[in-house]
C-alpha cells in the first residue's frame, strides 16, 4: 500500500520529459518515477494482443491436428510451419521486450 508521499521542484521542461517517457511506457507519472528511482525496467508491450491472438490461432490449429490424429482420419502431421510462426512470434516478443523506455539519456 503506497501510504507515503514526497514532494520534489522539477522544472516545466523536465516534468513535460517525465510525462512523455510515462505516456511512452503507458505507466502513470507515478509508477514511472517509482520504477525509474528503483532501477526497474519499463516494458512496453503494444504488441502483446497481437501476439497472443497468432498463439490462440496456432493452438487451435494444433488441437484440430491433434483432433483428426487421434480419429485416425491423418497419421503424419508436418509442424514446420507452426514451427516458423512461433519463431517470428517469439523473436517479436523478445525484441519488444529488449526495447525498454530509457529512464537515462
Same mark, same amino acid.
Given at each position: 500500500?503506497?501510504? %507515503?508521499? !514526497?514532494?520534489? &521542484?522539477?522544472?516545466? %521542461?523536465?516534468?513535460?520529459?517525465?510525462?512523455?517517457?510515462?505516456?511512452?511506457?503507458? #505507466?502513470?507519472?507515478?509508477?514511472?518515477?517509482?520504477?525509474?528511482?528503483?532501477?526497474?525496467?519499463?516494458?512496453?508491450? +503494444?504488441?502483446?494482443?497481437? !501476439?497472443? &491472438?497468432?498463439?490462440?490461432?496456432?493452438?487451435?490449429?494444433?488441437?484440430?491436428?491433434?483432433?483428426?490424429?487421434?480419429?485416425? %482420419?491423418?497419421?503424419?502431421? /508436418?509442424?514446420?510451419? /507452426?514451427?516458423?510462426?512461433?519463431?517470428? #512470434?517469439?523473436?517479436?516478443?523478445?525484441?519488444?521486450?529488449?526495447?525498454?523506455?530509457?529512464?537515462? +539519456?
Amino acid at each position: 500500500m503506497k501510504d %507515503k508521499r !514526497i514532494q520534489i &521542484r522539477i522544472t516545466e %521542461k523536465d516534468l513535460l520529459k517525465i510525462d512523455r517517457k510515462a505516456d511512452k511506457a503507458k #505507466l502513470t507519472r507515478t509508477d514511472f518515477l517509482i520504477k525509474s528511482a528503483l532501477n526497474k525496467p519499463i516494458v512496453n508491450l +503494444e504488441c502483446g494482443q497481437e !501476439i497472443a &491472438r497468432q498463439l490462440c490461432k496456432i493452438g487451435s490449429n494444433i488441437n484440430q491436428l491433434t483432433a483428426l490424429s487421434h480419429m485416425g %482420419k491423418i497419421q503424419i502431421v /508436418y509442424l514446420d510451419e /507452426y514451427q516458423k510462426e512461433v519463431s517470428k #512470434l517469439w523473436q517479436l516478443l523478445s525484441s519488444s521486450i529488449s526495447q525498454t523506455v530509457p529512464t537515462q +539519456e
